[in-house]
């Protein structure tokens, strides 16, 4: 029994979706986040890879890809004590409300 | 069971889970922002760092191989420093590079069944379908069904290598100078050079027929 | 102990030497895919000596660093029934600790 990650040989006929999806602000503004993170030194990709892994079948399975990594950023910057799932809470409604 | 025939959902962004994602990260970065651990600008700053990269520039390091063979050789020998001569750096910390020539005889395609890796600081970021279920799981057992999905059939007497970037190491594969192209520009060479030969599931475009004399 | 005086292991094996990849799946991070697992070939080259990513992924030092091997092996020999071509050949990067001398 592999892990929900280790795709390698995994028998399916699926054939490859070439369709390019254009990529969401919100997408972009992720992948610079992964990008800086890794600038500053706050993060090595072993932990990143470690923290996408360690989303479980479910979610690893369901989310889109940058999905995983939001999910994953969140845990590893609770984990390092940065913020807490507290904090994110209050920020996503204070960003919701602001939205109108 | 397999999960790679689960709907590929992971590649698009019209999870259902979207607007909470986009929410959730953008909470995540203000509240980077408010504990200093970076600025909006430099935020701003890498994503322009991180859009300025596309297949182009693997395209103009192939087509310098292919007219410049001192130059191949040092892509191919120190392909880090050898990227620099065209302006181009590895921005990872750690990752280091390996060029992989194909030729009449060996045929590479790279694939990261683990995660994505990629050699982003040369092509950009990657395509949807390299990042997908499909290609991870499909790729290195059956590279040579994939190749012919995208429409490229290596003979049988070529050998298929197929690299798994399990490390650090980053490919960019360097496909085969197509023939009949002694006639083009470098810049026009670059053009025949597509993501996916420098990802190996293709080779490079055939050419347009030189000119016909008036 | 090989590690004393120094934070990496030795290098065990050469370029040519015929090693298997041992098999396990431990609950914590690692970069040795269940599919090449258990499988022989032969070290093509000896990428370096890195941190380990095992230990790194949890915010560790990643010592004793691990040599890193890029292994080839037959596609006949990692797959029951491989449809390509017999010439066919898969190679991927693997940490020392992963690997044993072939049995053969």
């Not at chain 2, 790679?4 to 590649?11: G, K, L, S, V």
């Not at chain 3, 030795?10 to 697992?37: K, M, N, S």
């Not at chain 3, 030092?61 to 006949?76: A, E, H, M």
Request: charged share 25%; net charge negative.
């Amino acid at each position: 029994m592999r892990k929900v990650h280790d795709l390698g040989g995994l028998p399916t006929d699926q054939p490859i979706d070439r369709t390019e999806h254009e990529m969401e602000a919100w997408e972009r503004r992720v992948d610079s986040l992964n990008s800086i993170l890794g600038e500053k030194g706050f993060k090595k990709t072993d932990e990143l890879r470690r923290a996408i892994e360690s989303l479980g079948p479910e979610q690893y399975l369901t989310l889109s890809y940058y999905e995983r990594f939001t999910a994953a950023y969140e845990a590893l910057l609770v984990e390092r004590g940065v913020m807490t799932t507290e904090e994110i809470d209050r920020k996503m409604s204070e960003l919701e409300r602001e939205r109108g | 069971m397999s999960s790679a025939n689960e709907h590929d959902a992971q590649a698009s962004h019209h999870g259902a889970n979207a607007a909470y994602y986009a929410l959730r990260s953008e909470a995540l970065v203000a509240l980077c922002v408010e504990k200093g651990i970076f600025t909006a600008e430099e935020l701003e700053a890498t994503g322009n760092a991180l859009d300025a990269r596309s297949p182009k520039d693997g395209a103009r390091v192939v087509a310098r191989a292919w007219v410049d063979p001192e130059f191949k050789k040092r892509l191919i020998g120190v392909p880090e420093f050898a990227i620099q001569e065209l302006g181009y750096s590895l921005h990872e910390v750690v990752t280091r590079l390996a060029v992989l020539e194909n030729t009449d005889l060996v045929h590479h395609v790279a694939v990261c069944t683990l995660c994505s890796c990629y050699p982003r600081s040369i092509l950009g970021r990657p395509p949807d379908w390299y990042k997908g279920f499909a290609y991870r799981s499909r790729v290195v057992g059956s590279p040579r069904s994939v190749m012919r999905e995208f429409g490229f059939e290596p003979d049988k007497s070529v050998e298929v290598r197929v690299m798994d970037s399990t490390a650090d190491l980053r490919y960019l594969i360097l496909p085969k100078r197509p023939a009949n192209t002694e006639h083009m520009t470098e810049e026009e060479l670059a053009e025949l050079v597509t993501q996916e030969s420098m990802i190996g599931v293709t080779g490079a475009l055939e050419p347009k027929p030189a000119p016909a004399a008036d | 102990m090989g590690t004393a005086g120094g934070d990496a292991e030795p290098v065990r094996y050469q370029p040519g030497d015929r090693v298997q990849v041992r098999v396990g799946l431990p609950p914590h991070h690692i970069r040795t895919p269940a599919y090449i697992q258990g499988k022989t070939g032969q070290v093509e080259t000896l990428c370096g000596v890195f941190p380990n990513p095992e230990s790194l992924a949890y915010g560790g030092s990643g010592l004793p660093k691990q040599p890193l091997y890029r292994v080839q092996f037959d596609q006949t020999e990692v797959w029951e029934s491989y449809h390509g071509s017999a010439i066919d050949q898969l190679l991927i990067d693997i940490y020392q600790h992963w690997l044993e001398p072939a049995a053969d």
